[in-house]
């Protein structure tokens, strides 16, 4: 059994196997790793408030 080069269904299935595959090990690998993915910037925490006042830590 060969593999058939000709076949426009065996590209499109390929493309669509692919996508998938890249789909899944970006959300696996860090940020970065994989073409077209781009590494977040720091990220910041929102204050707490309660009222719209800020909560005193203790």
């Given at each position: 059994?060969?593999?058939?080069?000709?076949d426009?269904?065996?590209?499109?299935a390929?493309?669509?196997?692919?996508?998938?595959?890249?789909?899944?090990?970006?959300n696996?690998?860090?940020?970065?790793?994989?073409?077209?993915?781009?590494?977040?910037?720091?990220?910041?925490?929102?204050?707490?408030?309660?009222?719209?006042?800020?909560?005193?830590?203790?």
């Amino acid at each position: 059994m060969s593999i058939p080069w000709t076949d426009w269904q065996f590209w499109v299935a390929t493309v669509v196997a692919l996508l998938a595959l890249w789909l899944v090990l970006r959300n696996l690998l860090p940020p970065g790793w994989l073409p077209f993915t781009k590494r977040r910037g720091k990220e910041t925490k929102a204050s707490l408030t309660v009222g719209g006042k800020p909560v005193d830590r203790k």
